[in-house]
């Protein structure tokens, strides 16, 4: 494997997420970073160095992906859907590292990153803090050890500006209360609850949304039965902990051929 700093591209990096992402790569050992792009507009042109702070790097904004994914070895990429999808066309026809934390990706979306990854090494995950990565792991065992006695609920906050609910951690970590009862989260979720509703059926998986202010991201997975309640809970209190995390993907990425992975796997839970 090469001992050289591993090249990383950010596709978004104007973007609140896009920005963290380019400071954790500039702070990261090991890697180095390539490039960077947004869609034709005002930023393009602009260095990158000055989206995050006071000094030039050389490096200009850029609206073309391809070139970036020509100049680098890993891109990351927390955009929105179709653009996701076009990068994963690139990384497939490049071969190159693609690290998806896009989320509001449907199941036919997730299909085709799957595809891709056959000519590719991608890592997808719904959210690459570390912590809700071991949250992931934790509601699987104890969906799986507490049974059908207990309710379980899914509550998630965020930011006013967030697009998608739930979010896709939210529902990252309903699949995982789903594996460990080995049912289908589909065949077993309530998105919302509203009106006349009735009594709760036996095994089902609720979630509950809230957004407002800047909350980064809160989560808490809720397993009630009678007599007692099992709260797991995360809270994120800045971006830099999916940042970190997407980088700590890319650089585990660059020693594996093309498959299609996620965080389970970079942190061998």
């Given at each position: 494997m090469s001992t050289s700093p591993l090249k990383i591209g950010i596709v978004g990096c104007a973007g609140r997420m896009g920005r963290m992402l380019v400071s954790e790569v500039l702070a990261a050992p090991g890697c180095t970073l390539s490039g960077g792009t947004e869609p034709v507009g005002p930023m393009v042109g602009t260095d990158i160095g000055l989206l995050v702070g006071p000094k030039p790097l050389g490096i200009l904004v850029s609206a073309d992906a391809s070139a970036l994914f020509a100049a680098c070895d890993a891109v990351i990429d927390f955009t929105v859907p179709a653009a996701t999808l076009h990068h994963a066309a690139l990384a497939a026809k490049t071969g190159k590292i693609l690290v998806v934390g896009t989320t509001g990706l449907d199941a036919d979306i997730v299909a085709t990153l799957q595809?891709?990854?056959?000519?590719?090494?991608?890592?997808?995950?719904?959210?690459?803090?570390?912590?809700?990565?071991?949250?992931?792991?934790?509601?699987?065992?104890?969906?799986?050890?507490?049974?059908?006695?207990?309710?379980?609920?899914?509550?998630?906050?965020?930011?006013?500006?967030?697009?998608?609910?739930?979010?896709?951690?939210?529902?990252?970590?309903?699949?995982?209360?789903?594996?460990?009862?080995?049912?289908?989260?589909?065949?077993?979720?309530?998105?919302?609850?509203?009106?006349?509703?009735?009594a709760r059926p036996s095994g089902e998986i609720g979630f509950a949304t809230l957004r407002g202010g800047d909350v980064v991201g809160d989560h808490t997975v809720m397993f009630a039965a009678d007599g007692e309640r099992v709260e797991l809970t995360?809270?994120?209190?800045?971006?830099?902990v999916f940042a970190k995390g997407a980088v700590r993907a890319a650089l585990w990425a660059r020693s594996r051929g093309p498959s299609f992975y996620s965080m389970r796997d970079v942190l061998d839970l």
């Open positions: 595809k891709y990854a056959a000519s590719a090494p991608i890592v997808f995950a719904p959210n690459f803090s570390i912590g809700v990565n071991v949250l992931f792991s934790l509601t699987e065992k104890l969906a799986a050890t507490l049974g059908p006695d207990y309710d379980i609920d899914i509550l998630e906050m965020h930011h006013r500006h967030k697009l998608d609910a739930p979010s896709g951690t939210a529902l990252g970590l309903g699949e995982a209360a789903a594996r460990g009862r080995k049912v289908k989260l589909a065949n077993v979720w309530k998105k919302s609850r509203d009106g006349q509703v009735g995360h809270k994120a209190s800045s971006r830099a």
